[in-house]
């Protein structure tokens, strides 16, 4: 059976997350659902990352085994035709090897955090980041982000019902760009790590928000960190925001020949 890989991208707000769940409609089901037509068997796929409720897409990579080969511009095209009008769009299909695994045989992953700081409420933008009507200070948050990298016990910062082995993880990368709006500044947060546990980004993030915010000092997330307790963890920011963007091979399967659409 011929294994192909493919970068989604997805609109995460109708969806309950990435994962088949039971009574909820999910990004997998709506993506299988869409090979099924396409496939003589019953499809199951595999994705790089498995996104919450809420949570978007611009580069998640998934994996399944097909009946017969595909050209990929053909397949990317069927499949694009039968998701529509869900909000779930294939944006590259390519052919791998039998042993691609696009969970396993990823290296890394890097997320997005889109935060906008405006008095106004959002409108267009409502859902696809996180609003807050008050001003941010950039710097103690960049000071405050060089605590989480290396390698730490995040148990301060992981969902009480992650399932994860160990809470013990390597941060490899957390930048903080600045957009300037012409009603305010976006803030972007770019996470890159091997793995990320449950919420581990959203609970960052919120504890950064509140250092940039004035309430905490930039060594409070040091403390956090040293608690090891969830009840340390700043607020939790929500899902809107955050955007799965890409996940690392080597070799990557969509730079090769052929490989796009």
């Given at each position: 059976?011929?294994?192909?890989?493919?970068?989604?991208?997805?609109?995460?707000?109708?969806?309950?997350?990435?994962?088949?769940?039971?009574?909820?409609?999910?990004?997998?089901?709506?993506?299988?659902?869409?090979?099924?037509?396409?496939?003589?068997?019953?499809?199951?796929?595999?994705?790089?990352?498995?996104?919450?409720?809420?949570?978007?897409?611009?580069?998640?990579?998934?994996?399944?085994?097909?009946?017969?080969?595909?050209?990929?511009?053909?397949?990317?095209?069927?499949?694009?035709?039968?998701?529509?009008?869900?909000?779930?769009?294939v944006l590259q299909a390519t052919r791998v090897a039998n042993d691609f695994n696009a969970r396993m045989s990823a290296?890394?992953?890097?997320?997005?955090?889109?935060?906008?700081?405006?008095?106004?409420?959002?409108?267009?933008?409502?859902?696809?980041?996180?609003?807050?009507?008050?001003?941010?200070?950039?710097?103690?948050?960049?000071?405050?982000?060089?605590?989480?990298?290396?390698?730490?016990?995040?148990?301060?910062?992981?969902?009480?019902?992650?399932?994860?082995?160990?809470?013990?993880?390597?941060?490899?990368?957390?930048?903080?760009?600045?957009?300037?709006?012409?009603?305010?500044?976006?803030?972007?947060?770019?996470?890159?790590?091997?793995?990320?546990?449950?919420?581990?980004?959203?609970?960052?993030?919120?504890?950064?928000?509140?250092?940039?915010?004035?309430?905490?000092?930039?060594?409070?997330?040091?403390?956090?960190?040293?608690?090891?307790?969830?009840?340390a963890c700043g607020p939790v920011a929500p899902p809107d925001g955050l955007y799965f963007d890409r996940a690392f091979?080597?070799?990557?399967?969509?730079?090769?020949?052929?490989?796009?659409?």
């Amino acid at each position: 059976m011929p294994r192909f890989a493919f970068k989604i991208e997805y609109d995460g707000r109708p969806f309950a997350g990435w994962q088949r769940q039971k009574g909820q409609i999910s990004v997998q089901q709506a993506f299988e659902e869409a090979l099924g037509k396409i496939d003589m068997g019953v499809p199951r796929a595999t994705a790089a990352g498995r996104t919450d409720s809420g949570v978007h897409a611009v580069g998640q990579v998934a994996h399944c085994d097909l009946q017969k080969e595909w050209e990929p511009f053909r397949l990317a095209e069927a499949l694009n035709a039968h998701l529509r009008p869900r909000r779930v769009a294939v944006l590259q299909a390519t052919r791998v090897a039998n042993d691609f695994n696009a969970r396993m045989s990823a290296t890394g992953r890097r997320y997005v955090f889109r935060l906008v700081s405006r008095r106004a409420p959002l409108t267009y933008q409502k859902g696809l980041a996180w609003q807050i009507p008050y001003p941010l200070a950039a710097d103690p948050m960049r000071i405050a982000a060089k605590h989480f990298l290396g390698r730490h016990d995040f148990t301060t910062f992981r969902s009480a019902h992650c399932q994860a082995d160990s809470p013990v993880k390597t941060l490899d990368e957390l930048e903080i760009d600045e957009l300037l709006l012409s009603d305010g500044i976006e803030f972007r947060f770019i996470a890159k790590a091997r793995s990320f546990m449950h919420r581990q980004i959203r609970s960052m993030v919120g504890s950064l928000e509140r250092v940039g915010a004035g309430a905490w000092a930039p060594d409070d997330i040091l403390e956090a960190l040293k608690a090891r307790d969830r009840q340390a963890c700043g607020p939790v920011a929500p899902p809107d925001g955050l955007y799965f963007d890409r996940a690392f091979y080597d070799p990557d399967p969509f730079e090769r020949p052929g490989a796009q659409i």
